[in-house]
């Protein structure tokens, strides 16, 4: 069965400081992979994902992870924090059938101290 | 695209009060999703369609939860009675048929039940 860790639920960095935020997930398919970000009091947006071809995957707001297959891991990171990206994030894998559903981690809460 | 439309966007009511949210996915997505989000739970959910038809709605909480999707440009998910314990914010969410995309999450619904 799928599923999905996000290490640690709060992550707090100063600002320009390098943002690294956990995920590692089970799958017994290819996963497809997501993370999305959640602003306060907004719904879900998507900041990058990944399918199939180059493992380096860049989203919006300089936003980047990897997808590395022997670490079952899809880290996000993102080289100098700005006070904007405070926010919380999930990571997310899609199930191996059709259907569109995916599973969530917990989110990861991302503190940026001025 | 206007995006995934929820309704209301806040909603108080009194125990025991029918409730019932709205959503209105984007235009040709084959997928709805409904999701409830705490604080102590997580982003969880709830149901979802394919066409119209419910697919999975092993994460409805209990039988005062129902939702329908009459056709392909809306859906509801009513409780009835309601509870303290069902205050949330509840997210719609759709997205195309394909495996690779991502699902498109609207505003939600702050549901506060006193």
């Known amino acids: 069965a799928q599923s999905v860790t996000q290490l640690g639920s709060h992550v707090s960095v100063s600002e320009g400081a390098l943002v690294l935020l956990r995920c590692n997930y089970s799958s017994s398919v290819p996963p497809y992979l997501f993370w999305y970000v959640q602003y306060p009091n907004q719904g879900l947006q998507l900041l990058l994902k990944y399918t199939t071809g180059a493992t380096l995957v860049k989203g919006i707001n300089g936003f980047e992870a990897e997808f590395k297959k022997s670490e079952t891991s899809f880290h996000l990171t993102k080289p100098s924090a700005h006070m904007s990206d405070a926010a919380e994030y999930f990571c997310?894998?899609?199930?191996?059938?059709?259907?569109?559903?995916?599973?969530f981690g917990q989110g990861t809460t991302l503190q940026v101290k001025p | 695209d206007a995006g995934v439309i929820q309704s209301p966007r806040h909603e108080v009511t009194e125990m025991g009060q029918e409730v019932t949210l709205r959503c209105k996915p984007i235009?040709?997505?084959?997928?709805l999703f409904w999701y409830r989000q705490t604080m102590m739970r997580g982003l969880e959910l709830l149901i979802y369609?394919?066409?119209?038809?419910?697919?999975?709605d092993s994460g409805m909480p209990e039988d005062r939860f129902s939702a329908k999707m009459p056709n392909a440009s809306f859906s509801t998910l009513k409780i009835q009675p309601s509870e303290p314990r069902d205050s949330a914010v509840y997210f719609c969410?759709?997205?195309?048929?394909?495996?690779?995309?991502?699902?498109?999450f609207g505003p939600g619904t702050r549901l506060t039940v006193l």
């Open positions: 997310a894998v899609s199930l191996s059938s059709n259907t569109g559903k995916l599973i």
């Open positions: 369609f394919n066409n119209n038809v419910p697919i999975d």
């Open positions: 969410a759709s997205k195309p048929g394909q495996r690779n995309n991502e699902q498109f």
């Open positions: 235009s040709g997505h084959d997928y």
